[in-house]
């Protein structure tokens, strides 16, 4: 077996991925029994924004990480597939990842709204670096 050293930051955006969930299970259940709420009471997204504020943060930041992250995991599997191996798009990876769990962290404890958005403004500057790195390659092969 051979080392890609892409795969380590994929798999580090994942276990965020999967810590941010259970971060929402746990909060949500607790929230809802302290409550006393009904489960079919947040049936909805926008039900469970109005019944289940306390959560909220959390619930945000994994569908968060279901989305801009969809850009990365694409750029990481297309890099892969393509045998790509480039220092660069290593170090942005890992700096993306980074950027995603500061985001993450800020968005689930303390989430002061312009520290949030400045690392998300970042995060996104260094996945189109990531993808303008990435098209620079595969035009120039």
Known sequence: MYFKPLLLPLLAQVALTFFVMLVMYQRRVGEMK???????????RSAAHGVLPDSESASNNYSNLLES????????????????QDSILVALAW????????????????????????VFVFSCFVLLAMWVRLGWIIIQA
């Open 34 to 44: 302290s409550k006393r709420i009904h489960p079919q009471r947040a049936k909805t």
């Open 69 to 84: 992250p969809l850009l990365f995991y694409v750029a990481i599997l297309l890099t892969l597939i393509l045998m790509v």
């Open 95 to 118: 700096t993306y990842v980074a950027s995603r769990y500061v985001h993450s962290l800020i968005h689930i404890t303390y989430n002061r709204v312009m520290h949030r958005f400045s």
